[in-house]
């Protein structure tokens, strides 16, 4: 089984009905948008089209979409891998790297003992109740 896919692969009409109008909302406002704001006549069609087609299947035979949820969701997961490192790289990149250089910068020297200090270490006074906890 791949990582990240649960290992139940049934789902329940009630479910897959939730993936359908949720999927296919989405669709419709996506259509929405590229039709109307957008004037893309033939993508806002066929993204109604698939939304339509969508909400229909999730009221008349739900359990059809179970295929198409499979797919969905490891289409989801593909892209995840790729968008998921990408993200957090240039979250490193842009926010943590440039805060850490300017606290360098202003003097900030977190790992470094205080003045006056042969070491970090700060001596904790252990209470009674943490010494057997199992």
Not at 60 to 73: F, Q
Not at 76 to 87: Q, Y
């Amino acid at each position: 089984m791949a990582a990240g896919i649960p290992a139940r692969l049934t789902k329940t009409r009630a479910e897959l009905r939730a993936f359908a109008f949720t999927v296919g909302g989405a669709f419709a406002v996506l259509g929405a948008l590229a039709w109307g704001w957008r004037g893309h006549a033939a993508t806002g069609q066929a993204l109604l089209g698939a939304a339509a087609a969508l909400a229909a299947a999730g009221v008349v035979a739900p359990h059809r979409l179970a295929a198409v949820e499979r797919g969905w969701m490891a289409l989801a997961l593909a892209i995840s891998k790729v968008t998921t490192p990408v993200f957090m790289g240039a979250v490193y990149l842009l926010v943590i790297t440039p805060g850490g250089v300017l606290r360098r910068t202003l003097g900030a020297r977190v790992l470094e003992p205080s003045r006056g200090r042969a070491t970090a270490w700060v001596a904790v006074r252990r209470s009674p109740s943490m010494e057997r906890q199992f």
